[in-house]
């Protein structure tokens, strides 16, 4: 029974070591860097996050680090609608504590792509925000978007949100709940396959007036 014993803690210490390891952990809502410390982790590997938010007139630069989640790993991707702008980077990485990467955000491209999107931003409902004018995206936003939800923004508040605007395939994926600054606490809609609007094919619609 002993010889039992000690060969089951022999092979659960040898699974522990195998499948778990340390990452550093850490988040900061409003600055580059962040206070860290240790954790342990079963995913496969450790992750960085880096996000920047603009929301009425206010801009936020976010960083979280903990371990991977290996759905997200790479991507990268951005939103745009009337008084909001996103964007963020996921940095994955192996071996214990590899996440030591600072605050390394991809440039945005401003370039316009032809495309338009429906522009809204309504607070205090979650009910259709109607936007009264369109939006041109840039770089690789190749879609529009429509989220409803009540959520908390930057530790504050609740306050329902409303908003239609281009975005990312990326951005799509990743979903507005993986926010370093957004707690969202009751989803409504999010609606990330409404076929963009051409440029030259809203030019050469004739005109109703």
Avoid: W
């Amino acid at each position: 029974m002993k010889n039992l014993v000690a060969l089951l803690c022999v092979i659960s210490a040898l699974v522990g070591s195998v499948f778990s390891h340390r990452c550093m952990s850490g988040v900061s809502y409003n600055s580059t860097t962040c206070n860290v410390s240790e954790i342990e982790c079963l995913a496969a590997g450790c992750m960085t996050v880096c996000q920047y938010f603009y929301i009425d007139g206010h801009y936020f630069k976010s960083i979280y680090k903990g371990c991977a989640n290996e759905s997200i790993c790479g991507l990268q991707g951005s939103g745009f609608l009337e008084r909001v702008k996103y964007r963020f980077y996921v940095n994955c990485c192996t071996g214990d504590l590899c996440n030591t990467d600072g605050y390394d955000l991809p440039k945005d491209d401003p370039t316009p792509n032809g495309k338009l999107c429906p522009s809204a931003y309504c607070t205090d409902t979650v009910e259709e925000c109607k936007g009264h004018h369109m939006v041109e995206c840039t770089g690789d936003m190749d879609r529009c978007f429509e989220y409803r939800a009540e959520v908390i923004i930057f530790g504050g508040t609740s306050k329902k949100l409303s908003v239609k605007g281009c975005i990312t395939g990326a951005a799509c994926k990743v979903n507005f709940d993986s926010c370093i600054a957004i707690t969202e606490k009751k989803r409504t809609l999010l609606n990330c396959n409404v076929p963009s609007v051409k440029l030259i094919e809203l030019m050469n619609k004739p005109s109703i007036y």
